[in-house]
């Protein structure tokens, strides 16, 4: 697969977190090119701060190949990596990480911060901006539909006195 489908892949996962209420996030992690693991943000579904995309497409990957090393595997997100994303893929060693949309409020990839560049034992290639728009208007949307819900919310009920 090329890197433009993988991302596609990637996009297809973060729509379906939008469906379950979920932050629009999505990654797939490729060996060879094939796609070996996805997922989506489950944060909300699952109660847990944890379930990233990227965290829970590692786990998937490790389970896949028998390991927690994937020096030979690339990660594609929707969104840039947070900080406890962006250790995972330290500590994973994926070999290249690919980006979508970037994040200026929590994006350790080169927004905020770049973890990558600061000297720990493994450097991922890093590459940012495929289907940017694509990732970026499923997010607004996203948070724009969020926002309406509940400004409705707030109009739809009265409060009360008592008297």
Known sequence: MTDLELM????????IAAKLGEVPVGAVIAK???IIARAHNLRETG???????ELLAIDAACRVLGGW???QCELFVTLEPC??????IINSRLR?????????KAGC???????FALPF?????????????EAQALLQDFFASLREKRKAGKHSYRVRKEV
């Open 109 to 115: 990839c080169g927004s905020l911060t770049d973890l």
């Open 96 to 104: 290249r990480v690919v980006y979508g949309a970037g994040d200026p």
């Open 83 to 88: 900080p406890m994303c962006s250790g995972a």
């Open 121 to 133: 034992n493994h450097h991922p290639a890093v590459e940012h901006g495929l289907l940017e728009e």
């Open 47 to 53: 109660k847990n701060a944890t379930y990233h995309a």
């Open 8 to 15: 596609q892949a990637a996009l297809d996962e973060a729509k």
């Open 69 to 71: 090393r994937l020096w």
């Open 32 to 34: 060879d090119g094939e």
